[in-house]
């Protein structure tokens, strides 16, 4: 299948944040391209950002390898590093178990968007650089805890759950 | 390493075909863009084709899924079905085990270039759609023959090897 229709591919908003973790994503849509074109070894969505969205809570993989690189608009990518402008062309890269956390920011007017690629591994972990919470992957799901494994408290995740 | 700097990463031109093979292929130049950042469970390359050149012998692979895109100009991606022209933004996805072989070919007067992405794995194979040849690909480096396995001819790759 060498010709992609983007246009033809499911969009999807869904956050798998717990509680109030997920509210601000509104603004963030994905489609699985890799997916929808019969690739399976390694993941690839296309994330479009409106303004104010942002691609994920700050953090870093554990297994997985992630590249990106910008499609349009201007993003800022944020790590320990400091915030990074990007614009199309721009790539980024994460390498497992580098813990510098990183996520996207779009505080434009306009829509931006990145194409991003990750591992696919039969499980992950992967930390959250600016609260105290970690996610393991694996076939039954996300399971989201504290480093330490203990539960996420209510002052983290409200009553939304 | 989250921001990649492109123009610090080494480009080269090389090309593993045997003999006359490789002619025609000196416009392609590619940057290890994945490697240079640090990630290894899968490659990305920036290919840039100058006017008239072409991203490979029309190809397909057995065991590594390949994705693309389009990153400047304007590219003619051949596949058994045709020729289909491609613009920024455009993908491609070549699953592994589709016999339908693919290359891009730069038919504008100015420079043009792609991302892209495919598995690492210990051993590939990958056979050529328009002429006798596969090639096989493990940690001797590549081995070229006829698709039985029997050496390549004079007539295929000239007296340059």
Known sequence: MPKLDLSQ???TSRCSYPGKLADGFEGRSSQAVGDASGITQFGV???RLAPGAQSS??????KQDEFLI??????V???DNGAHVRHPGD????????ANGHHLINKTDVPAAFLVVGTRTPTETAF????????????DGYSF??????????DQIGDKT
Chains 1, 2 share one sequence.
């Open 77 to 79: 990518l944020v790590d």
């Open 128 to 139: 959250y650089s600016d609260i105290d919470m970690k996610v393991n992957v694996d076939t």
């Open 91 to 98: 790539c980024a890269s994460f390498p497992a178990r580098d």
């Open 45 to 47: 969505n296309l994330v």
């Open 9 to 11: 591919i499911a969009s």
């Open 57 to 62: 809570l700050r953090h870093y993989h554990m």
């Open 70 to 75: 910008m499609t349009e608009g201007e993003l």
């Open 145 to 154: 805890t504290r480093k330490d494994g203990s539960p996420l408290t209510a």
